[in-house]
């Protein structure tokens, strides 16, 4: 892609963005998985020591960051998009559990935190991603809107009221 931008003159972005989540985010993933987990009293797998760290970006955050850079940026450019929320996994889930338990009060386990399985680490898995978004920031006036803890309780509360999208995905055709 830069290739062509330098080589024929096509006028290209590209962002790089950090974890995202929110709404429509397949079951399979962290976030959604622990929510649907709990929903359904099974275990909330932790890989090694849940101290790895990732920096979260809501998902509308990331539609204002592309839609900032479609408009301001300059040909060619290129953007880190973050959070600026940094957590541990294990911090990460103990917030989810805290919303679950707040806004779900039909769980089949009560309190949540009682469901978090510590499971073998992945080989060679990154102790911490990061996302340094000083450039968007500074050059195009953007920064992330949503804190993490709106984030997730606002995710949270999208799949608890969007069982009818989420729970057919969980079927052995996907």
């Known amino acids: 892609m830069r290739a062509y931008h330098h080589t024929y003159g096509l006028p290209t972005l590209l962002t790089n963005c950090s974890n995202n989540y929110g709404p429509y985010h397949f079951p399979e993933k962290l976030i959604p998985l622990s929510i649907v987990n709990m929903l359904l009293g099974k275990a909330l797998p932790i890989y090694g020591d849940g101290q790895n760290v990732r920096d979260w970006l809501y998902v509308e955050d990331h539609c204002r960051a592309i839609d900032t850079a479609l408009h301001r940026a300059q040909p060619g450019s290129t953007y880190n998009v973050g959070g600026n929320a ?15 338990d707040e806004l779900a009060p039909d769980l089949p386990v009560r309190p949540t935190r009682d469901l978090i399985t510590f499971v073998r680490d992945r080989p060679g898995h990154d102790r911490r991603y990061a996302m340094n978004i000083q450039k968007i920031q500074q050059e195009l006036g953007w920064t992330p809107s949503v804190n993490l803890k709106t984030g997730l309780t606002e995710t949270v509360r999208w799949y608890l009221s969007h069982a009818q999208w989420w729970q057919p995905l969980l079927g052995r055709d996907y």
């Open 86 to 100: 940094e957590i541990s996994n294990l911090e990460l889930i103990g917030l989810l559990c805290d919303q679950m």
